[in-house]
């Protein structure tokens, strides 16, 4: 019987073939926005420039960092995001969060407001 020994790149090519790739890492939780907010940051992610706006506050156009540039979002309040040139409007409910929104309504609003659309 001839005894074969295995370089340890060979082995490690070979497990990786037998085994099944790693499941993808489970969605990254939200980070916490205030109560009666929406937390928005220009970078996806999370990341980037950050404005809290409150329901309180009524209407407010998007500062000038993320106006047409939100890449990502938390929402603690039921608000309405509105893009102005064409006239569109997304009713955004508490909850509800985005990661990567830049490449969707992300990269077109213009101001929220508080309540539905």
């Known amino acids: ?5 295995w370089s340890l790149a060979a082995v490690l090519a070979l497990t990786a073939l037998v085994l099944p790739a790693p499941a993808a890492s489970a969605r990254a939780a939200a980070p916490s926005c205030p109560d009666g907010s ?14 809290e706006w409150t329901s309180r506050s009524g209407y ?14 938390v929402a603690s309040a039921k608000a309405c995001v509105i893009n102005w040139d064409p006239v569109e409007k997304r009713d955004v409910f508490n ?3 985005r990661s990567q929104y830049l490449g969707d309504f ?7 407001g508080p309540g539905a659309c």
Do not use: Q
């Open 38 to 51: 929406v937390c928005f940051w220009s970078g996806e992610g999370f990341g980037g420039n950050y404005w």
């Open 1 to 5: 019987m001839k005894l074969r020994i």
């Open 95 to 97: 909850g509800d969060w």
């Open 60 to 73: 407010r156009d998007m500062p000038p960092g993320l106006h047409d540039h939100v890449g990502s979002f």
């Open 106 to 112: 992300g990269g077109r609003i213009d101001g929220v």
